[in-house]
Antibody, heavy 118, light 107 residues
Framework: EVQLVESGGGLVQPGRSLKLSCAAS????????MHWIRQAPTKGLEWVAS????????YYRDSVKGRFTISRDNAKSTLYLQMDSLRSEDTATYYC???????????WGQGVMVTVSS | DIQMTQSPSVLSASVGDRVTLNCKAS??????LNWYQQKLGEAPKLLIY???NLQTGIPSRFSGSGSGTDFTLTISSLQPEDFATYFC?????????FGSGTKLEIK
């Protein structure tokens, strides 16, 4: 069974940093691209970043480019999102999700809340 | 960026109804349109991928259709567990984008 468990969220002041982790199990992590998607309170879904299976290719939405870094450790089956220079508009539940070339975003974790506030 | 517009934003229906949810892309996305269901407090779940392919384990009352820019999700006979929010999503080109959702509520 595919399991994705996010951690590392919490309350952080504007301008500070936070690093999210997503521990994967139940599938061969190194074979799958991965995504971070976020959802602000009572809002819709917003794609944030993606990474290829090897980690050699990364993609970001414009509003987080230069501030967020997606990475992975295939030996640990773990996905990361380093978030720097956080803003209030980054407040959201952050989900990690698997990618399959044939289906796009597939399995989702349960999400972790990030609140950016002074 | 490709904008995804869903309609209606809220749909009231009864158990047993047949309902259709719409999703329009601002440009051609070929077949690369997915539908997700999200219940309150839960993560989204993949229902349909690439316009009309039913994800494993999803009931056959769900179906998808469309091409290019116009897509639909149909639920043939609503069940109590289907009342949720549905999002469309395009994975044809970067940045990947979601629709704003259709909330399906009990009439």
């Amino acid at each position: 069974e595919v399991q994705l468990v996010e951690s590392g969220g919490g309350l952080v002041q504007p301008g500070r940093s936070l690093k999210l982790s997503c521990a994967a199990s139940g599938f061969t992590f190194s074979n799958y691209g991965m995504h971070w998607i976020r959802q602000a309170p009572t809002k819709g879904l917003e794609w944030v970043a993606s990474i290829s299976p090897s980690g050699g290719s990364t993609y970001y939405r414009d509003s987080v480019k230069g501030r967020f870094t997606i990475s992975r450790d295939n030996a640990k089956s773990t996905l990361y999102l380093q978030m720097d220079s956080l803003r209030s508009e980054d407040t959201a539940t952050y989900y990690c999700a698997t990618d399959r070339p044939t289906t796009g975003i597939h399995y989702w974790g349960q999400g972790v809340m990030v609140t950016v506030s002074s | 960026d490709i904008q995804m517009t869903q309609s209606p934003s809220v749909l009231s229906a009864s158990v047993g109804d047949r309902v259709t949810l719409n999703c329009k892309a601002s440009q051609n996305i070929n077949k690369y349109l997915n539908w997700y269901q999200q219940k309150l407090g839960e993560a989204p779940k993949l229902l349909i991928y690439n316009t009309n392919n039913l994800q494993t384990g999803i009931p056959s009352r769900f179906s998808g259709s469309g091409s290019g820019t116009d897509f639909t999700l149909t639920i043939s006979s609503l069940q109590p567990e289907d009342f949720a929010t549905y999002f469309c999503f395009q994975h044809n080109s970067w940045p990947l984008t979601f629709g704003s959702g259709t909330k399906l509520e009990i009439k």
